[in-house]
């Protein structure tokens, strides 16, 4: 059985360790240096406990191969540093390979986008280096729609590579919005 719980600084190892084959090896990551445990922490860190970072791990007891290891993330970071964007997330996530077509991606980010509404955050955007159907599916599944596609904008190992834009409406937009609350004060939320 899955369980899915705030990321700690204690996650970083495994989060690095997930995330790094697609840095060195893929296109669905734009970085061409895989970050380490330290700059993960550090990222983790910067969120400042207003964006979530989620991990799904086996729950213990369950028989799983890595009971309590780290099987995938899911993390929100602010979209842009202009102010008026502040109520606006930029959303991504990562699976182990182990961790492949378990459901572990489905469960992560149903929790991320209802953590994120619970906070009142008004929109989610997912980039999505193309092409990329498991990407697309799994951001439509959970509330998703295409919003926009920039074309060859990145380029990596040999190859200009399309961008595409999913965005989730979270919320209703209030006139005036409330500020978002705090992940560390809200915690992961399902459903």
Known sequence: MIA?????SEDAAAIAAI????????????????PDTRAIAKRMAASGGLYPWIVATYREGTGGDAAGGVLGYAYATRFSEREAYRWVVET???????AQRQGVGRLLYEALVDTLRAQGFA????????????????????GFRRAGVFRGVGY??????DVGYWQC????PAVPPAEPQRFADVGVVRG
């Open 92 to 98: 991504s996530i990562y699976v182990a390979d182990v």
């Open 169 to 172: 409406e979270l919320a209703e």
């Open 19 to 34: 995330y790094a084959p697609h840095v060195l090896a893929g296109t669905v990551s734009f970085e061409t240096e895989a």
């Open 156 to 161: 990596k190992h040999g190859q200009w590579i």
């Open 123 to 142: 929109q989610a955007i997912g980039r999505i280096a193309l092409p990329n159907s498991s990407s697309i599916t799994l951001h439509e599944s959970v």
């Open 4 to 8: 899915l719980r705030p990321a700690t």
